[in-house]
């Protein structure tokens, strides 16, 4: 049977819970061994500031420290999770930042608020067929010319495949896959990377940096 949108989701939020102090622990410095990955949120932040102005959201947050770089980068960034203990962390952290309790496929947002988004594997446990409305919220979310950078767990010429992840099932992707479901909800993919595991990793990581292209059906009221 397969999950309601509402019980996986409360189910990660349960499991991020009860491995936030140990996550945050793990995930603090992680960028420092990543260029690569760097470069790509520095291209985000470049294009962000030539195409729009406003803020930039970082969902899935978790404990705050890309934010937090987001911020370096010149962004006025904010975070937003599902979890409420892994947003303590991050307000306890980052005391001068703004961090939101909050789902991604319900962002309390205004249509077009967001100059950009970074989803960075935020979306790694939600169920493949739950995914293209999570694009759909995003688009919503950004004007025309808005920046989308997705970060992802890439599967190869492969099927979408779960895995078991630290904290919950995840799921790896193609990332021609995953291209084509942002393009549905009307993306433009302006670059894309993939770097091969590193020690410790597992898996391929893919990035894809994108475009918010034609206008977004708003959310209708309820």
């Known amino acids: 049977m397969n999950e309601s ?54 969902l899935g947050c978790g404990p705050g420290y890309l934010t937090a770089h987001l911020r370096g980068l010149g962004l006025d960034a904010f975070g937003i999770d599902l979890s409420p203990v892994m947003i303590g962390l991050a307000r306890e952290a980052y005391p001068d930042l703004r961090f939101e309790v909050g789902s991604m496929d319900a ?18 446990h939600t169920p493949p067929k739950e995914l293209p409305p999570y694009f759909t919220e995003f688009r919503r979310a950004l004007p025309p010319g808005g920046v989308l950078l997705f970060a992802f767990f890439e599967a190869g010429d492969g099927p979408v495949e779960a895995f078991d992840h630290k904290v919950t099932t995840a799921y790896r992707w193609p990332i021609d896959e995953l291209a084509g ?42």
């Open 107 to 124: 962002l309390d947002l205004a249509d077009g608020e967001l100059a950009g988004i970074v989803s960075w594997y935020s979306v790694i």
């Open 181 to 222: 479901l942002a393009r549905d909800a009307g993306f433009v993919e302006i670059g894309r990377m993939l770097r091969e595991p590193l020690e410790g990793e597992r898996f391929r990581r893919g990035h894809l940096l994108m475009r918010a292209e034609h206008h977004a059906i708003g959310r209708s009221p309820s």
């Open 5 to 58: 949108p509402s019980s996986y989701l409360r189910a990660t939020a349960d499991a991020y819970d009860a491995m936030a102090v140990v996550y945050a622990d793990f995930a603090r410095d992680s960028l420092g061994a990543l260029p690569l990955d760097r470069a790509m949120l520095a291209a985000f932040a470049d294009l962000v500031r030539t195409r729009s102005t406003g803020p930039v959201a970082e």
